[in-house]
């Protein structure tokens, strides 16, 4: 359900009206705005501020956890290289954000943290990307890859003892620009990375890979 469900016609608090999303390739995004802990302040920003840079939206199901902490650690040693590659992390959890600074200021993973932490109380956001579980009010470990135009290209959503890879993400990240960048005449095969080859779709490789 998402957030728009449960409230009917109003609006959800994303700044936009969201009543027909729901998370699907090719669809952008909505905006929305919340407050996230980074720098070591509490700051108010909106999705639509990252147009123009890739995003990822990493959902996970809370802090002071088991595998979280493991998650956003594994995210924050390749934090450097997601933003050479233009984008922007956004961990997200139902947690608040004085939640999020004692866990940053006491785990020892989650101090490598330098990426934004969005904080979504409401739970509103994870219902509009469809990651929310009712009932225990915390998310899926929801993985959401939006381009420059706020297009959403990637999705990937875990059941909660299935921790991710950010290597993995890393490529898929990749993959996704490299299409960008080729106006979809080249694709990317299984297990594609830079200086592989790619694929040229044509009535000619029909039935010959």
């Not at 993995?168 to 960008?180: P, Y």
């Not at 005449?185 to 297990?191: I, L």
Request: net charge negative; charged share 25%.
């Amino acid at each position: 359900m998402n957030c728009c469900e449960e409230n009917e016609s109003e609006k959800c608090g994303c700044g936009s009206s969201c009543e027909s999303f729901f998370p699907t390739i090719g669809e952008s995004i909505p905006d929305f705005s919340g407050e996230i802990y980074h720098g070591e302040a509490f700051k108010k920003v909106n999705l639509s501020d990252y147009k123009g840079k890739w995003l990822i939206l990493f959902f996970y199901p809370a802090d002071f956890t088991f595998v979280c902490p493991t998650e956003l650690e594994d995210l924050a040693e390749n934090y450097s290289t997601f933003q050479e590659l233009n984008a922007e992390v956004l961990s997200v959890s139902t947690d608040t954000v004085f939640v999020h600074k004692a866990w940053h200021d006491h785990s020892e993973a989650v101090k490598k943290v330098s990426y934004p932490m969005f904080s979504d109380p409401t739970g509103n956001l994870s219902r509009i990307f469809g990651v929310y579980i009712e009932g225990e009010g915390v998310s899926l470990r929801g993985t959401f890859l939006v381009d420059p135009d706020g297009v959403l290209q990637g999705i990937e959503v875990n059941a909660n003892n299935i921790g991710r890879s950010s290597e993995e993400l890393l490529r898929k990240l990749r993959a996704a620009q490299f299409v960008r960048e080729h106006g979809g005449f080249e694709v990317c095969p299984a297990k594609w990375k830079p200086g592989n080859k790619s694929l040229k779709p044509s009535i000619d490789l029909v039935g010959k890979i």
